[in-house]
């Protein structure tokens, strides 16, 4: 797709979350690619060499007062989502909807805590959005592949806060969160189209926001068919999933392997 429109492929290792990352994966993700004859623009950006850059946005947020310091454990928000008067527990992207528990209730410094987890206030964050543009629904993105849901996606202020919530954009074992991450790594490798799995399409409405706020652009986003296994289960190495190797050793072409994706 990419030499098609006559741009380049970029890849980029996600590795923030070093408990999950492996050398040999890594190794695997090129071998693979490489195999399905994907060709990609060097250097290579890694996540984890740019968690200053992630640091200083974060800082930007926490000046506007736009997060928030969370110590609620998984525990506490079990808790507060599974109370009788609650109902059943929303989903969201992320999980389970945070019930806002520490919105409000810990004294704002000046300087942002670190080793901390950090929530963006959505209601806040939206009606930044709303100040900073003239356009009717500025929460909207394209997206150009999933079978379900292509054509310009929309979201409004009622659905950001119900279905997504407050999210996390900093984590205390790593200083930041794949979705604040991703979007500045986009705008930074002047990304004008982002091709991944469908298992994050609804994340992608977050990142929308993070890009209002943050002065970035939105790509176009492709959102292909997840690979599975004979079992139905999607392939992700860190959990043994039927890796493309696998298929490789059965004689499946390349061909095949995009033609799952791509369809």
């Not at 950006?45 to 736009?66: I, V």
């Not at 609650?86 to 019930?99: F, T």
Request: charged fraction near 25%; proline fraction near 5%; charge should be neutral.
């Amino acid at each position: 797709m990419s030499l098609a429109a006559q741009g380049d492929f970029v890849l980029r290792i996600e590795d923030i979350d070093q408990t999950r990352a492996r050398p040999q994966w890594e190794t695997q993700i090129y071998d693979d690619l490489a195999w399905l004859g994907i060709r990609w623009a060097q250097p290579v950006m890694r996540q984890s060499d740019r968690l200053d850059t992630y640091a200083k946005a974060l800082d930007t947020l926490w000046e506007q007062g736009l997060l928030y310091e969370c110590r609620c454990t998984r525990a506490d928000i079990a808790a507060a989502t599974s109370a009788p008067q609650e109902g059943a527990p929303l989903l969201g992207p992320d999980g389970v909807i945070y019930p806002g528990t520490c919105r409000g209730k810990h004294q704002q410094t000046t300087k942002r805590p670190v080793d901390a987890v950090l929530r963006l206030n959505m209601a806040q964050a939206l009606h930044q959005t709303s100040q900073n543009t003239s356009q009717p629904n500025p929460l909207s993105f394209h997206e150009a592949l999933h079978p379900d849901h292509r054509g310009v996606v929309k979201a409004n202020g009622p659905h950001m806060l119900r279905n997504v919530g407050d999210i996390v954009l900093a984590r205390r074992d790593m200083g930041t969160s794949y979705h604040l991450s991703v979007v500045l790594d986009d705008a930074t490798q002047g990304i004008t189209d982002v091709v991944r799995g469908a298992d994050l399409f609804d994340a992608t409405i977050i990142h929308v926001i993070l890009q209002k706020i943050l002065g970035l652009p939105t790509p176009t986003y492709h959102h292909h068919r997840l690979i599975r296994d004979e079992n139905g289960k999607r392939l992700a190495k860190r959990d043994d999933a039927r890796a493309i190797s696998l298929f490789r050793k059965e004689g499946i072409m390349p061909t095949e392997i995009r033609s799952i994706t791509m369809d």
